[in-house]
């Protein structure tokens, strides 16, 4: 492919996401929807809604991006799009898309993978993070660490058995009452919480290996909501217990996952990696124990355009091509 601005398109799940990275030039423009409120009234993503939403959405999103790129769609070098994991119907709006432009703009168009995008994100930063080193990719549907030897070059280290990090978090907020998408409200509602009330265990973190489990966590909550919810500031304090049990959880594996493979910096991506006391603590537990600690801005953390469009953008430049059908992946590993 020749050198040049990747338009980048994210349509994987409630998020229509668009983007322009150029490999010589950065981020030019990155543009977002979020489709949550319309999922809010049914308490989750209605996948059929989404896809709908997407399709209404991803056309003015890329003309809006474009211009704040100031680029004439012509002046693309090539296109982007998340092509799986995902909801099939909302990832086949992307690849239509993506596919049926870079046909007409005779420019190459190339399918990512969802969490690589994740995973790459923190490159979207300056000072970024240079392989090898330990990525951690907590999002609504991983866990994983993942030793990246070079870009393209991904070793599973530890997966989780049951729920994500996110799903635990997102759960646990329903289970407490609180409305969708629960996550981000249950991080909020913790950091007024009272540290100490509730301590709930660190699962799997008493024997070896690099593999989280989180649904046992889940249990234990909802035990505590039960015998104490109706107790003044239960729900603050047990999102607090809950969620410096999964902080801490993630710390202990991530150091870990640091120890076995000699690698020196860790990055953190996925929905996640938005969590402050997360974010805190993790760059406290570096800064003491001699790793480096790589974020991406919280808004890059969540689904987004720019991370497909550098995903892509890299693939592209080292010569990677595909065929011109349309084809997705709604279930596919890293
Ligand atoms: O990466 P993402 O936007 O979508 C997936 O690919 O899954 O991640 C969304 C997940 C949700 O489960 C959400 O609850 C969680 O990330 N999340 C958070 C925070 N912000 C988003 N979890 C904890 N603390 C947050 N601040
Ligand atoms: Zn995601």
Redesign the pocket.
């Given at each position: 492919a020749k050198p040049g601005p990747v338009l980048g398109i994210e349509t994987?799940?409630d998020?229509t996401g668009v983007a322009v990275y150029d490999c010589q030039r950065g981020l030019l423009a990155h543009e977002l929807y979020s489709q949550i409120r319309m999922h809010a009234d049914y308490g989750g993503v209605v996948p059929e809604l989404a896809s709908r939403d997407h399709v209404r959405k991803l056309l003015p999103l890329i003309r809006q991006t474009l211009r704040s790129a100031n680029l004439r769609m012509d002046e693309l070098a090539g296109i982007a799009y998340t092509a799986g994991p995902g909801l099939v119907g909302a990832l086949l709006v992307g690849a239509a898309c993506a596919r049926s432009l870079a046909f007409a703009l005779d420019i190459p168009a190339i399918g990512v993978h969802?969490m690589e995008g994740?995973l790459l994100a923190p490159l979207l930063e300056s000072d970024p993070p240079a392989p090898p080193f330990v990525a951690l990719l907590v999002?609504?549907?991983?866990s994983m660490l993942i030793e990246v030897a070079a870009i393209g070059k991904y070793h599973l280290l530890g997966d989780t058995l049951d729920d994500?990090a996110?799903?635990a978090?997102?759960k646990t907020a329903k289970m407490m009452g609180l409305p969708y998408?629960?996550?981000?409200l249950?991080?909020k509602l913790a950091e007024h919480g009272q540290a100490g009330r509730f301590k709930f265990s660190r699962p799997m973190t008493d024997r070896p290996g690099l593999d989280f489990s989180f649904s046992g966590l889940k249990t234990q909550v909802l035990l505590a909501w039960q015998a104490h919810g109706s107790t003044p500031n239960a729900q603050a304090d047990i999102a607090r217990g809950f969620q410096e049990a999964v902080v801490d959880t993630l710390l202990i594996k991530c150091r870990r996952a640091l120890a076995q493979t000699g690698a020196k910096s860790l990055v953190i991506a996925?929905?996640?990696g938005?969590?402050?006391q997360l974010r805190e603590q993790l760059y406290a537990a570096g800064e003491k124990e001699g790793f480096r600690v790589y974020f991406p801005r919280p808004e890059f953390?969540?689904?987004n355009g720019a991370m497909i469009a550098l995903a892509g953008a890299l693939r592209l430049q080292a010569g990677q091509t595909q065929g011109p059908e349309i084809s997705v992946r709604p279930r596919w590993d890293l």
């Open positions: 994987s799940c998020e969802h994740h999002s609504g549907g991983h994500a996110g799903e978090f997102d998408p629960g996550g981000p249950l991080a996925g929905g996640v938005a969590n402050r953390c969540t689904d």
